[in-house]
Nanobody, 113 residues
Framework: QVQLVESGGGLVQAGGSLRLTCAASTRTSTGYAMEWFRQAPGKEREFVARIGWTGIRKHADSVEGRFTISRDNGKNTIYLEMNHLKSAATAVYYC???????WGQGTQVTVSS
């Protein structure tokens, strides 16, 4: 069974930075794109960023230029570097294997204004 474990969330002031990590328990993610989603209180889960196996990236317009997704295939790990954080970024952030039912448990990010 695949497990995706997110870490790195926390409380940060507006304008600050955080780096999220998602570690996969197996190499099931091999060859697959990996994604970050987030869900704010009372809102739908929304796409944040995607990275392909070869490193091709896509970011949501709302985070373009401030967030960067990356991956280390040797460690079965993806990252989300978040800079210039705004209060609108407050949400639970989830890791996901593209085109699968595999999701992590989420990590809370809270940005105080």
């Amino acid at each position: 069974q695949v497990q995706l474990v997110e870490s790195g969330g926390g409380l940060v002031q507006a304008g600050g930075s955080l780096r999220l990590t998602c570690a996969a328990s197996t190499r099931t993610s091999t060859g697959y794109a990996m994604e970050w989603f987030r869900q704010a209180p009372g809102k739908e889960r929304e796409f944040v960023a995607r990275i392909g196996w070869t490193g091709i990236r896509k970011h949501a317009d709302s985070v373009e230029g401030r967030f960067t997704i990356s991956r280390d295939n040797g460690k079965n790990t993806i990252y989300l570097e978040m800079n210039h954080l705004k209060s609108a970024a407050t949400a639970v952030y989830y890791c996901h294997i593209w085109d699968s039912d595999y999701w992590g448990q989420g990590t809370q990010v809270t940005v105080s204004s």
